[in-house]
């Protein structure tokens, strides 16, 4: 039976060649090597990637005090808005009372003129029922007591009850007046009319 030959002839002693083992140390430190770069790129993309998530965090944290301060601007101007709706609820409140008073002022005001007019018009018919007993007076007297009273009269005065009276007893008082008084009293009776409206 043959033998089969060997490789690598055994060396006397039992000793291998000295490259065989020079090449498993150089394997294993090619193997070293690529285990270091291999972790080398690992830390590398490792610090990478924790650099990138620092930077998204920086980011967020930027965006979130972005949103954090339009937030706090929306509620202050929330708040001022808040505070003019009440201020303009106040001054509604406000004019709505005034409102309130002056209504009730004005119908004070209507209540007393309305008084004051029937007042007014009961004066009235008293000074209108007067000045027809004056009427009537001074139609009953004799033209010639009559005529020196309206002498002694404002002419204005005068025209107001001569035109008042009936037409006899009012040229009979005339008729006794010194003539310039009866002039000035008949020119003012003739020109209150003057200005009415003809038809």
Avoid: W
Avoid at 27 to 35: E, Q, Y
Avoid at 119 to 138: F, H, K, M, N, P
């Amino acid at each position: 039976m043959k033998r089969p030959r060997q490789m690598f002839p055994a060396r006397p002693g039992g000793r291998r060649k000295p490259g065989r083992g020079a090449l498993m140390v150089i394997t294993a430190l090619f193997f070293i090597s690529g285990l270091l770069h291999l972790g080398e790129g690992a830390g590398r993309a490792l610090a990478l990637d924790l650099e990138e998530t620092k930077v998204s965090q920086e980011t967020v944290c930027a965006s979130n005090v972005g949103a954090m301060a339009l937030l706090e601007e929306l509620r202050s101007r929330e708040k001022r808005i808040l505070e003019r709706e009440g201020e303009l609820a106040d001054r509604v409140q406000a004019l709505r009372l005034v409102e309130d008073r002056v209504e009730q002022r004005l119908a004070a005001l209507i209540e007393a003129e309305n008084e004051l007019a029937r007042t007014v018009a009961i004066a009235d018919r008293g000074a209108e029922e007067d000045i027809s007993r004056l009427v009537t007076l001074y139609e009953n007297m004799k033209p010639k007591e009559a005529s020196r009273l309206f002498e002694e009269m404002a002419p204005e005065f005068a025209a107001g009850f001569l035109s008042r009276m009936r037409p006899d007893s009012a040229a009979a008082i005339l008729a006794g007046i010194e003539p310039k008084i009866g002039y000035a009293i008949s020119a003012i009776i003739a020109g209150r009319n003057a200005n009415a409206p003809k038809n």
